[in-house]
């Protein structure tokens, strides 16, 4: 298990998650349209067309779940140019992930 250090939505639209320590440089073998940026240590995934970027949350930890790593929100996550409803959607998933 490994905490989520910061969530940005970039200036493309792109929803990123940087784990404290966790990498997934084979993530792509998902086909889960989730990447990993290795020069920055972050997921990513495309900018939201027809899903919501809570979908997209949803859908990077489950592919790190797949790939082994299972990520957690955590009081010190950073949250950059997030918009605060789509905060609280998140930690409202994480959340309700964790006590799973």
């Excluded at 067309?49 to 990077?60: A, C, G, P, T, V």
């Excluded at 797949?66 to 918009?83: C, D, M, N, Y």
Aim: no cysteine; aromatic share 12%; net charge negative.
């Amino acid at each position: 298990m490994d905490t989520i250090r910061q969530v940005e939505i970039d200036e493309a639209g792109r929803l990123l998650v940087t784990p404290d320590s966790t990498r997934f440089p084979y993530i792509y073998r998902e086909a889960m349209e989730v990447h990993w940026d290795d020069a920055r240590g972050f997921l990513f995934a495309p900018k939201p067309r027809e899903w919501s970027y809570l979908d997209w949350f949803r859908q990077i930890l489950e592919a790190a779940k797949a790939q082994g790593g299972e990520l957690r929100l955590s009081e010190r996550t950073r949250w950059i140019t997030v918009p605060d409803d789509v905060v609280a959607e998140m930690r409202a998933y994480g959340a309700k992930a964790s006590s799973k």
